[in-house]
């Protein structure tokens, strides 16, 4: 009796320690799986695939005659092209609604959060489009003819070439008519001007790849039909000329001689932005952010001044920090240098994971004089984009490049565009949760690579007041793309009074603060992208306060964690974090930033 209790018990035991063993396990694996995939993942590829094979369907081929693969043309969504995107997106939508949300783990209720925003995001951009695609159809009379032909050369189907080339001459006199018809016009606003020419070279693309697969390939279609298609292609590319010139921009801009176009949007289209990007402040509040920002920055400026031995007169000691360049040939040395300062004082710290194919396979270039005329400051991501003279600049605008690109000022940011930055960023991404770059955000790219900035200042990464002086400038650089270009987008500022706003308060040189100016507004960068840098630094900040700080996570374990969710808002990061809870019908509500401290 005494053996078999013993043995039992031994039974027991073993099973105990095989649960436990298998349950670790389990939980293990669980880990594993989401720190690259979720209940939703699936739905969110198949979204994507879906959503592209729709758009590659309904779109003209590039036919590449030496190569087995061919790709379709980004043209204007075709009516029937714009009638099944909305279909995908409103099916999809019903497969969301009908998902037990409640039984879903903290990493699906995030993506399926991320992918409902996204959809509701391109329904709206798609009902935007169709409201302006109707406005247009007036002087688009030609169009049901060619899109009719271009179904007919989806399937290769049979033509007569006979009847293709009467055809075609219906469309050429309903394509004059247009044309004299558009021409009557005294003006049209710009958005439904550049609709109607995207319109119109999408045509000219579809007309091509429908004559291109017959022509040669048809003996009647060939002897038939290249006459009257070339007399339509033409009269299409001759109307896409004529339209632009009748389109009216309606801005707020004030005019000024900076020789920068752009068009601001306005409150409403700031704050519709700011929400789709999970940012609950508004414009006027985040340029009162970015002053008390600037506010702090201006007292540290002046104790590194007042180190230096120039007293409150903190320009003096920034243009004696712009003045140690280094020799010119020199400059990439110089940025391996600072690279490996900022990787030792960050590994010393065991701050981040740091793979060591990530280490190995960064890349550097020079940045093109074309470039540096919107990018005056090197930039990054897979490689370093180095920003110094060339030989073909005049001598002025080589000293203010030298200048602007100081060892001091480089020490701030080269940790920015390389590890942990930008590079890193490149690098994780593509490896954890890559089905998630669909949701990618400015606040994302940027804020974290801002965020180092920020971090490594209060680390205590800028020993000589040099170098604090440096690193101040870009946070200075900051606060005030926040000022300047939401006052744009407000109608508040020209560019050329944001040109003066960065030179006279940041300390910039006058070539440079023209090339970011130019960037902003004409760069085809969105109107929040400037904004992105500093607010997504502090939203990560402010997590990092909530995690690190309070003994949940060290550094190590919170910006592991953050560079495995990917580049997406950072309020779902925290979501992740925190486990929130979250609901089906989730608005943004973080408010990272305290006015008060």
Not at 122 to 144: F, N
Not at 228 to 255: E, F, I, M, R
Not at 480 to 501: M, V
């Amino acid at each position: 009796m005494l053996k078999t209790l013993k043995f039992s018990c031994a039974l027991l035991s073993a099973s105990c320690i095989t649960f436990c063993a298998f349950n670790a396990t389990a939980q293990t694996a669980a880990a594993n799986l989401y720190e690259q995939s979720s209940e939703i993942a699936g739905t969110i590829i198949q979204y994507g695939r879906d959503v592209s094979a729709v758009r590659d369907f309904y779109s003209p081929y590039s036919v590449n005659e030496r190569s087995e693969y061919q790709y379709k043309l980004n043209v204007l969504n075709s009516p029937e092209q714009l009638k099944r995107l909305i279909e995908v997106d409103n099916d999809y939508l019903k497969r969301l609604d009908q998902t037990d949300f409640a039984a879903l783990s903290i990493y699906g209720k995030v993506d399926f959060t991320l992918l409902k925003k996204r959809i509701n995001f391109d329904l709206g951009d798609l009902k935007k489009e169709g409201e302006q695609y109707s406005q247009i159809t007036k002087y688009l009379t030609c169009a049901d003819g060619i899109y009719s032909l271009e179904k007919l050369r989806r399937r290769g189907t049979f033509v007569d070439g006979e009847k293709v080339a009467t055809e075609l001459n219906n469309i050429l006199k309903q394509i004059k008519a247009d044309t004299a018809e558009y021409k009557k016009i005294q003006s049209i606003d710009m958005p439904l001007a550049k609709t109607l020419r995207d319109a119109l070279l999408g045509l000219k693309d579809r007309l091509k790849d429908f004559y291109g697969f017959y022509n040669n390939f048809d003996p009647a279609f060939t002897w038939w039909v290249p006459e009257p298609y070339k007399a339509v292609n033409d009269a299409l590319q001759d109307y896409s000329v004529l339209v632009l010139k009748k389109g009216k921009v309606n801005t707020t801009q004030k005019p000024d001689n900076s020789g920068i176009k752009g068009v601001p949007i306005g409150r409403d289209a700031l704050i519709s932005q700011l929400r789709a990007e999970m940012i609950p402040y508004t414009p006027e509040e985040l340029i009162q952010l970015a002053n008390k920002e600037f506010a702090w920055c201006d007292k540290e400026m002046l104790k590194a001044s007042q180190e230096m031995g120039f007293g409150n007169d903190w320009k003096k000691a920034l243009e004696k920090v712009k003045n140690s360049y280094v020799p010119v040939g020199h400059q990439p040395e110089l940025i391996v240098k600072l690279y490996n300062d900022a990787l030792s004082f960050i590994k010393e710290r065991d701050l981040i994971t740091i793979p060591p194919l990530a280490e190995e396979t960064w890349g550097m270039v020079m940045m093109s004089p074309q470039r540096q005329l919107v990018n005056p400051f090197f930039t990054g991501g897979k490689e370093i984009s180095i920003s110094y003279p060339t030989n073909s600049m005049e001598a002025e605008d080589k000293l203010m490049s030298m200048r602007g690109n100081n060892p001091y000022f480089s020490r701030g940011t080269v940790q920015h565009e390389l590890i942990p930055g930008h590079n890193l960023q490149y690098f994780m991404n593509s490896r954890y949760k890559a089905y998630r770059g669909d949701f990618e955000t400015p606040f994302a790219v940027e804020g974290w690579a801002l965020y180092w900035e920020l971090l490594l200042y209060e680390k205590g990464f800028a020993k000589t007041p040099e170098e604090k002086v440096g690193m101040l400038f870009w946070r200075m650089h900051r606060c005030a793309r926040i000022i300047f270009s939401l006052n744009y987008h407000l109608g508040k500022w020209t560019p050329q009074e944001c040109i003066d706003f960065l030179v006279d308060r940041v300390g910039h040189e006058k070539a440079n603060a023209a090339g970011e100016v130019r960037r902003s507004f004409e760069g085809g960068y969105s109107p929040l992208y400037q904004v992105a840098y500093l607010l997504g630094g502090l939203q990560l900040t402010a997590l990092q306060k909530e995690m690190v700080g309070s003994g949940k996570m060290t550094y190590k374990q919170f910006h592991d964690a953050v560079m495995k969710e990917n580049l997406i808002p950072i309020e779902m990061v925290r979501a992740t974090l925190t486990n929130q809870p979250l609901t089906k019908d989730f608005t943004t509500s973080w408010k990272f930033y305290d006015f008060n401290k």
